[in-house]
């Protein structure tokens, strides 16, 4: 949840209020460690001219330090954040234990719905082209988009502007990179100028290449070879009138030779075939905030998503492809009326998800739509106290493969706290609801899934209460939370395809973090603990696939030590807690305990930003290991011989070059 840290954009003549400055500061660091470097903690700056609802943030600077090729790397420093499935393709994002299909997640505002294969992930994204993420944990604000059950995950790409130089009217950024471990290497182009005055523009190619990693016992792992083409285009406006239009457009590309489920091990029942993915998205962002009016400041984003999955399952059933296309949009405004900051707005989303084999690709079909309406308001009662209240109300309609249509809506309510008690603590309190009803399910089971003619919409409520501490350079918050999801949908395992309300989904936990700056050193620690179940049972991706996992308790250690202004350099540490005996529907497991250092270092040879050189050494100690958030091991049971997940890269030796023309 993340009401409490959010902070209405201010107005120039208004001063910045103590509260607002103790969250602003803690923003940079949150939930984890250190985000970024010594400049990240500008509170005054981030405060003033934009509004957050992010409880973490994954900075440029951290995803450029550790050469971060995917996703799993993108939020290695997030202790409430776990990435399995070791290859791009197959990787799945869990927040709090909770499978990121229960997530609103948008790029650049663009919603990315549906699941085209269970045993692949959903997202891809392209880490070079990122200018920050941010993370809101569990049901949170009215704003956090329709089915944010489980929160909300927002990648937000780089413009022109954050390229190019004071003065300057055009550049060129070239990047070359090399990977050890899969003798791979990446390479990429950047071009960026502006057209005139008002309109700037980019764009980007990115290809990488990598064959088969090799895990910590240095075994070569079959299937985990990728081939991945990325372009990228963006247009900035800034029009008359205090107006901003942008449109951007990005094909990305990712082909290799997999498993037939590419989150497994190979196995006598689960052999090498060619699997390629593609994602196409449009967006198109509008905004319009007149300095003079403080009773707007509108935004529209309009988007199109197209995500597609080919496998060719030889000597079998051939080649099948699995589509999902979405298509909406979000229309708000935010208003202030003296202490009150009100947004308000309007989205809709349609689905469709198609699949099918050679001879008729969209053979089956399903298709849904939302539409919702959303008021948040956040009210500075003293210059203290922040109280922020929201509701909205999302109308579900979906059709599904078999003729059946459903239609579920209802209203989801939030309310949340932020008291500076004393100079430098606040604490917070929340509360917050989310729905999410019937919705388009897996290309690869439409063909055979059904609906539960009784099928319900899901429920989710939130609770946290918590701190944020500051003092001077020295940062401590903390947080208890409780989530709960009711009715959750899933299709259980061993028997017909229907997907079914199978019960209610507990998340439970706490977060402690601390971070400490002083000249060119940063240091930070954090714990994240999480149980999550579904009817008392652990949940575990191989049992609950597309609902959540079971993660052991997560430190992230980080320090890192500015030289001078040409070299810096650092470390940070992973440690996940083991879990035994961990009770499953199939039988019990272990997940095995693992700590995963990385190292890097950052040098300008050239005194500034035209030639950098990064050393970035991934897994230091080669261990060998499972994540937590991958398929776990349960070879151990008779009869399941084979269903294990990919074990983690070993150490990896990556030097990266960049040259800015």
């Not at 791009?88 to 790029?107: F, H």
């Not at 004393?422 to 439409?446: C, M, N, V």
């Not at 240091?523 to 993660?551: D, F, K, R």
């Amino acid at each position: 949840m993340s009401t409490q840290k959010t902070l209405t954009k201010a107005r120039p003549d208004v001063r910045c209020k103590p509260l607002c400055l103790a969250i602003a500061a803690l923003m940079a660091s949150p939930l984890a460690l250190a985000q970024s470097e010594a400049e990240s903690l500008k509170p005054i700056e981030v405060t003033a001219d934009r509004t957050s609802d992010s409880d973490a943030v994954v900075t440029e600077e951290r995803i450029e330090r550790y050469q971060a090729s995917d996703l799993e790397d993108v939020f290695a420093g997030q202790p409430e954040v776990a990435v399995g499935g070791s290859v791009g393709i197959a990787q799945k994002v869990y927040v709090r234990g909770i499978e990121d299909p229960l997530l609103n997640v948008t790029i650049d505002g663009a919603t990315q719905a549906g699941a085209l294969f269970h045993h692949t992930g959903r997202l891809a994204v392209e880490p070079e082209l990122l200018k920050r993420v941010e993370v809101e944990a569990g049901a949170g604000r009215a704003t956090s988009g329709a089915g944010a059950l489980g929160g909300a995950i927002r990648f937000v790409t780089k413009d022109p502007e954050d390229l190019l130089r004071p003065g300057e009217q055009v550049g060129a950024l070239v990047k070359l990179g090399s990977f050890s471990n899969t003798d791979g290497y990446r390479a990429s182009t950047t071009l960026f100028g502006r057209l005139n005055d008002r309109w700037s523009t980019l764009v980007s190619v990115n290809q990488s290449d990598h064959e088969r990693f090799e895990d910590g016992d240095g075994n070569e792992i079959p299937g985990t070879d990728a081939r991945q083409q990325l372009g990228f285009a963006k247009v900035v406006g800034q029009l008359p009138g205090d107006q901003t239009l942008k449109l951007s457009h990005e094909v990305r590309t990712d082909e290799g030779e997999r498993p037939q489920r590419p989150q497994w091990q190979i196995s006598g029942f689960n052999p090498l075939y060619d699997l390629d993915g593609r994602r196409d998205t449009t967006t198109v962002n509008y905004g319009f905030a007149p300095a003079a009016n403080p009773l707007v400041d509108l935004g529209l984003t309009v988007y199109y998503t197209e995500s597609e999955l080919e496998q060719n399952v030889v000597n079998r059933w051939g080649r099948y492809f699995g589509f999902t296309r979405s298509i909406g949009g979000d229309l708000r405004n935010s208003s202030e009326l003296g202490s009150h900051t009100l947004t308000y707005g309007v989205d809709y989303r349609e689905d469709r998800v198609n699949a099918g084999g050679a001879a008729d690709r969209r053979a089956e079909e399903e298709s849904g739509t939302v539409t919702g309406v959303y008021l948040q308001d956040d009210y500075w009662v003293t210059d203290h106290l922040l109280l922020s209240a929201g509701v909205r109300y999302d109308d579900y309609q979906l059709d599904d493969n078999n003729d059946q249509s459903f239609s579920e809506n209802d209203v989801s309510p939030n309310a949340n706290v932020a008291w500076e008690v004393i100079d430098g603590l606040t604490l917070k309190a929340g509360y917050a609801e989310a729905f999410r009803g019937p919705s388009t399910h897996d290309t690869f089971k439409i063909d055979r899934a059904q609906n539960d003619p009784d099928l319900k919409g899901e429920k989710a409520t939130n609770r946290e209460v918590g701190f944020d501490y500051i003092y001077r350079n020295f940062t401590l918050s903390g947080e208890v939370y409780r989530s709960e999801i009711q009715d959750a949908i899933a299709d259980p395992l061993f028997g017909p395809v229907i997907y079914q309300n199978i019960g209610d989904l507990e998340s439970d936990g706490y977060r402690i973090g601390t971070t400490y700056h002083w000249q060119g050193l940063q240091a930070g620690l954090s714990l994240h603990s999480n149980e999550a179940e579904v009817n008392g049972e652990p949940l575990t991706v191989y049992v609950h696939n597309l609902l959540g996992n079971s993660i052991g308790d997560t430190w992230v250690a980080d320090l890192s030590y500015r030289w001078d202004r040409n070299l810096e350099f650092g470390w940070q540490g992973r440690f996940v807690q083991g879990i035994d005996d961990l009770e499953t529907s199939v039988g019990t497991i272990d997940k095995p305990g693992y700590g995963v250092h990385d190292l890097f270092v950052h040098w300008l040879p050239t005194g500034n930003e035209d030639l950098r050189l990064t050393l970035t050494v991934k897994n230091v100690g080669d261990k060998q290991y499972i994540d937590h958030a991958s398929n776990a091991d349960y070879e151990s049971i008779p009869g399941y011989e084979g269903v294990i997940g990919l074990p983690e890269p070993g150490r990896d030796i990556r030097l990266g070059l960049a040259l800015r023309l």
